[in-house]
Each structure stands twice: as C-alpha cells, then as structure tokens.
C-alpha cells in the first residue's frame, strides 16, 4: 500500500490536488515524530494563512482511520503517524511477496538506457582510480535493470592513438613475446616507458613509432596483428577484474570503432558551416565563446578524442535509438562533454538533451606507500588481492571455523571495496583506506553484510511454530524504524536512478542495516512467545530482503556465514 498517497487523499485542502500534497510530503527527521510529514508553507499563502495555522486547520478536518494512529499538527508541519500494526503487515507481505523482485518495477519498460563506464585504455593498468567509476557505471547498469529499462554497456575502449605506434616499436626492438605474455599490462608499460627514455636520446624514434601509426591506419597486416595483440593482453587483464566485480558489457566499440564513422559527421558539419578552418585545422566555434573552440582535425589531418565521441554518439542513437545516454567519466572532462553536447545541439540533434555526463570524483589511497603521488601505479587488480587477503585474516580471527573462508573473503574484501566507492556521492573524491572499509563497525560494506549473515543465522535457528504472527510484537519505536527503513528501499532505486546516484541505495541498505541492529540489540526473538517470534522472525527475513536486493544492485555479495 501507498500510504504516502493515502496521507495526502486524507488531507482536505481546497483548490489543491492530492497529488500536489503528495509531492512534498516527507520522512520526518526524527522517526518519533511520527512516519509522514506535510510541511505547510507552500499552501499556506494561498490560503492567507500562516503555516502553522494552516497546519492545525488540517488536523482538525481529518477524520478518523483505521490506518492512521493520528495526525498532528507541531508548528508548520503535519505529522503523521500511521497505525503500527497496519503498516507492519502492510510491508511485510509485500517484501516477503515480492522476494527478489522487492525494489524492482517495470517503469522502464520500452526504453533504452545506453551506459558509457569504465571504457578503458589499451596497454595502461586498470587501476584504483578506475574503480569508483566502474562501480558507479556497473551499479546504474543493474539499477536501470531492475526498473525495467533495456541497457546497454558499452566499454568505449581507449583504443587509438600514436601510442599505439610507439608501443610498436617498443616492442620490436626490445620486447620479448613470451615475458610480455607472462606479465601483461605490466610488460607492455616497461617497454614503453623505455620507448620514452630512448626517443629523448634518439628522436628518430618518434619518426618511426609515427611510421608504424601510419601502418595500423593503412590496415598493415603485421601492425594490426600487434594492434591486437595489446588489445587482447588488457582485456584478459581486464576480464579477470571484471568477473571478480560482477561487471558485464554488451559492446566493447571502442575509439578504433568509429575510424570510418568520422568522416560523414565532418561533411555534414562541413555543409552546416559548422566547421571552421583555423591554421589547416578544422574546428567548431561555440556562440558568444560559450566554450572554447572544439578542435576535431588536427593540422595533420588526425582525428582526435572529441571527434570519435561525436561519431559514437551518433551511430549510438542510431544503434539504439537511446532514450537516454550517459557517460560515467570523472569531471576532469566535463569540459569536453558540454563541447561535445553543444556541438550535436547546434547540428541540430534534440536528444543531445538526452545525453548526460555522470560525473564522478577521484580515488586515492590512504595509505602512502601505494599512492599515486609517490608515482606508483596501483592496479585494480592487486587492490582486490590486498583486501582479499585482509580480509582472510580478519575472518580467520572472528570465525576461524567458517567453511570456504576464501570465498567468504573474496566476497567481503571486494565488497569493502565497492561499498567504499559507492557510499558517498559520486561526485566527492574518495581517499580510500582498506582498515576503513574493513571495519565491520562502522559505514562499510563488511558491516552490512555481517548484519545481514547476523539475520541469515537467526533464521537457521529459530524455528517458526504454528502460523500465527502477532503483530503487537513488531509495534515499537525500533521494529518501526526498521519497517520505514525497508519499506522506503524501492523510492531509493528509484532516485539512484533518477539522480544517477547509486549511493542513494547505499545509504538506504545502511539505514536497513542500521536500523536492523538497533532492534536486535532490545528484542528477543529465539525466546519470545511462538506468535510474536513468528513476527519477528518475518521482520528478519524482511530486512534480509532489501539488503540482499540493494546490495546485488551495486554488485555486493551476501554469504550467509561470516
Ligand atoms: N578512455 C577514456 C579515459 O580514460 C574514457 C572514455 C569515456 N567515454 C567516452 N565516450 N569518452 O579518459
């Protein structure tokens, strides 16, 4: 039941809409207050009234029901209180209903969502400052989802550019197949490190490695071999983070894709006069130099980042007839989706209004001796093993007896992982410290996960008896706040999708979390009277309900031993 809804069909207000009611109703801050509250300062001016008047006015024309325990008015605000036991069955027979499909709806039905993350670059680590962006665009991805929508990931791969060249020669002067092989990434970073330390000395090397460019363009059969090969080194690479973090795609088109796709974009913005020459490269201007110029052909001829975005945008419309279209990327390039935005407004695309840049801070580790600024490069993928193995230690420690212990520990270190980029919202910088996101007492994802385990052996213990549920067992303040907490866990996705925002669920299955260990701490269970453990024992399976569904949306396993 909407009871938000039934609140506002309850308020009498002439001349205004339920709907309007509806819309500014609220949690109360404090849950003692009350389960809804209608602040009065809108209506109040309409009515010549002050709001705290208007507040009263309303109390004294609602009627009595049986849902509603009772309203009152506290200075300018209406608050609610709903009848306990109404709302407790009310919310339990609709998460325990809806099980796995509890937060999911179809309200995306029919439309499409393309989701531009994590696109990475070929022969550069996968690295810690890839995580935050990863995790948001995977978890949009599965919000999107579960409201119904079709989505599309699409990993916009880095994959062109005069490096490629330079790794070319790299690798034909010194590289070793089988070591490159053996360590990836890592070997194909050595040599072209070299390549740099070497072009310093001999510059010759750079007419060359831009040779060798040249021979990729022009479809060289042993360039493109090699091309390949670095591709397929990082993305094996790659993969295997992927499938730890649950990560999927459905198009790997990267830079490289849109090559031949380019051209036709330049005429058309070339015959729209668009398209401005200035010193033999080609280039849009913005009205009143709302940005500066948008450079897509170089004096030479290249093509360059902002002029295969263009392209991609467009062949993506195409492609998918997108209802909306975002780009997870930090907001370092914010610059250059306006420009990129703005040029498909002037081209006249009006879904260029559907295409958002879902800006994100960046990440840096607590911890000095892996910090970016002392120049290391952290990869992703020895994070996930450091706070793997942390996290076997401290499960050794709680519950040395636990079956699968490895397993339980990748699912927590990672988890800690995801949580820690997750939590806060996406646009803040994230300083990540893996004692932090360990801690299983504090605003983490082991702790979330230890309640729910917490809640998974209770249920393994207690024994239901008989079907009775008695109801007045569930009817405190606690088991209240618990039951707000996971009946508002649907609205939470809704939003996360709505602001691109996965940390909305975050907070939301903290809240649960949080709210579910307030109640167990005064609450007896395994020894209270059969039909009031009956209930208790549905709140249990309840709360585990919306974590586990909130934390599979932002890519969180639950072991249910811990
Ligand atoms: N590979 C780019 C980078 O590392 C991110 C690409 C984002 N997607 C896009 N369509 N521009 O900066």
């Known amino acids: 039941m909407d009871f938000k809804k039934l609140l506002a069909d309850i308020v009498i207000l002439q ?10 109703m609220t949690r109360p801050k404090d849950a003692s207050m009350g389960d809804w509250c209608l602040p009065c300062f809108k209506f109040a001016s309409r009515f010549g009234k002050s709001p705290a008047e208007l507040a009263k006015d ?29 709302v407790a069955a009310d919310v339990l027979e609709r998460v325990l209903g809806e099980g796995e499909e509890f937060g999911s709806s179809e309200e995306g039905a029919g439309k499409t969502i393309c989701i531009d993350y994590s696109s990475v670059n070929i022969a550069k680590p996968f690295h810690m400052g890839h995580m935050l962006n990863t995790s948001i665009g995977a978890a949009l991805y599965r919000i999107y989802r579960a409201l119904g ?10 994959d062109w550019g005069t490096q490629f060249g330079k790794l070319i020669v790299a690798y034909k002067k010194w590289g070793d197949r089988a070591e490159i092989e053996k360590r990836g990434v890592r070997g194909l970073l050595d040599i072209y490190v070299k390549f740099h330390t070497e072009a310093e000395k001999c510059p010759e090397l750079d007419d060359e490695a831009r040779a060798w460019f040249k ?43 849109y090559n031949d796709k380019m051209k036709p974009v330049l005429d058309e913005l070339e015959r729209d006069g668009l398209l401005e020459e200035s010193d033999g490269a080609k280039l849009v201007r913005f009205k009143n130099d709302k940005y500066p110029p948008c450079l897509l052909v170089r004096s030479d001829g290249a093509t360059l980042y902002a002029t295969r975005d263009l392209a991609a945008a467009i062949y993506r419309k195409n492609t998918y007839d997108f209802y909306k279209c975002l780009y997870v990327v930090a907001y370092q390039q914010d610059l250059h989706f306006k420009q990129l935005f703005e040029v498909l407004r002037m081209k006249g695309k009006p879904w260029a209004d559907d295409l958002v840049h879902v800006a994100h801070g960046m990440v840096s580790l607590e911890d000095g001796a892996l910090s970016t ?14 706070a793997a193995a942390k996290a076997l230690e401290i499960i050794d420690k709680k519950s040395p007896d636990l079956p699968d212990k490895a397993a339980t520990a990748e ?16 646009i803040k910088d994230v300083t990540f410290s893996y004692d932090k996101a360990l801690n299983f007492d504090g605003e983490t994802g082991p702790y979330v996960q230890y309640t729910y385990a917490r809640c998974a052996s209770l249920v393994a213990k207690c024994e239901r008896e008989g079907d009775a549920e008695d109801l007045d067992g569930i009817a405190d ?12 866990y649907p609205e939470a996705v ?55 569904n909130g934390l599979a949306l932002l890519g969180i396993k639950t072991p249910e031993k811990m």
């Open 15 to 24: 001349y205004v809409e339920p709907s309007e009611v509806e819309a500014l």
């Open 58 to 86: 309303i109390v004294s024309r609602i009627g009595a029901y049986n849902f509603l325990e009772k309203a009152e008015a506290v200075g300018p605000y209406v608050n609610f209180t709903l009848d306990k036991k109404t």
């Open 149 to 158: 929508y079709r989505v599309v990931g699409i990993n916009h791969l880095g």
């Open 215 to 257: 021979k990729i363009e022009d479809g060289d059969a042993e360039a493109l071999e090699l091309f390949g090969w670095f591709k397929e080194i990082t993305l094996k690479e790659v993969g295997r983070v992927y499938d730890r973090l649950g990560v999927t795609f459905d198009s790997y088109a990267g830079e490289s894709f």
């Open 373 to 386: 600024r002392s120049g290391h490069v952290v990869f992703l993928e020895d994070v996930l093993n450091t």
């Open 411 to 426: 699912a927590v270190g990672v988890g800690a992982i995801i949580f820690g980029m997750l939590y806060n919202s996406r």
């Open 477 to 488: 303040e606690d088991s209240r706040a618990l039951i707000n907490a996971i009946a508002a």
């Open 494 to 548: 809704r939003m996360a999708a709505e602001k691109y925002e996965p940390s909305i669920v975050a907070r939301s299955v903290m809240d649960v979390a949080q709210a579910f260990n307030k109640f167990y701490l005064t609450h007896n269970i395994a020894g209270a009277q059969p039909a009031v453990k009956n209930a208790r024992l549905s709140l249990v399976e309840a709360t585990m309900t919306a974590i586990r």
